[in-house]
């Protein structure tokens, strides 16, 4: 029955053969073509369908027509943007999902952060080095928020490096994730130096970047907004 329903004309049915398929409980390539094949249909609920049940059976062989529907029709339709990163997360590897950081479009760069975050890959760090803020917000909140990626919060507590960031939310998660590394740095191999943030002198209220080893970072400025002990991670105002 299941097999008839692909040729169907029409949509609703070939959308919930899709659906069906990737609800047998286990990942099958029974109907990988099928599946396939549909993200190029004219219909939506059809290309969303496809899209889920190919990332719930893990079928191989589909990043491309993934990638073109997240970019094309997923650009304007979270549905569909949803859909792509399921199936990104399911049918391509972490280090194929980070290789993404280079697409040109932000609506994939923005799905394969989810994807990369649904399965808590290390290798969310590649979109640190974009230059859009909403990028690197997206990766930050992967990154630091939840359950985290630990293995990746030193990356994030690097861009406390970069000069020019703007946007708060990020720079909060940076500053909390170079906490978290420096709680984890043992006792004996701490410096002195206490981490010091403070207000950017030219911008009042900006949070300012830092600089130099976690265990050492030290700026100077006008307004000093949060120190944090080297020693016992205490917070001071």
Known sequence: LLRNAWTNKNAEVIAQAAKVSGDLGKPSEKYKEELINRLDHDNDRVKFFSA????????????????????????KDPYLRHAG??????????????????????SVKLAAIVAMRRIAAPEIRAFLKDADELILLEAARAIHDDQSIP????????????????????????????????????????????????????????????????????????????????????IEN
Do not use: Q, W
Request: aromatic share 2%; glycine share 8%; charged share 20%.
């Open 52 to 75: 889920i049940a190919l990332g719930n059976n893990k079928i191989k062989g589909a990043s491309e027509k993934i990638v073109n529907l997240i970019s094309g029709p997923g650009s």
């Open 151 to 234: 293995e990746a919060l030193p990356d994030l507590a690097a861009l406390l490096n970069r000069k020019g960031l703007k946007n708060e939310a990020l720079i909060r998660r940076a500053l909390n994730a170079a906490l978290s590394a420096l709680a984890a740095i043992p006792f004996l191999e701490r410096g002195k130096p206490s981490i010091t943030v403070a207000c950017e002198p030219d911008v009042p209220g900006t949070p300012i970047r830092t600089a130099g080893k976690v265990s050492e970072v030290v700026v100077g400025a006008s307004t000093p907004i949060i120190i944090a002990s080297a020693y016992d991670g205490s």
């Open 85 to 106: 990163s399921m199936a990104l997360s399911g049918s391509m590897s972490a280090d194929e999902i980070a290789a993404l950081s280079n697409h040109p479009n932000k």
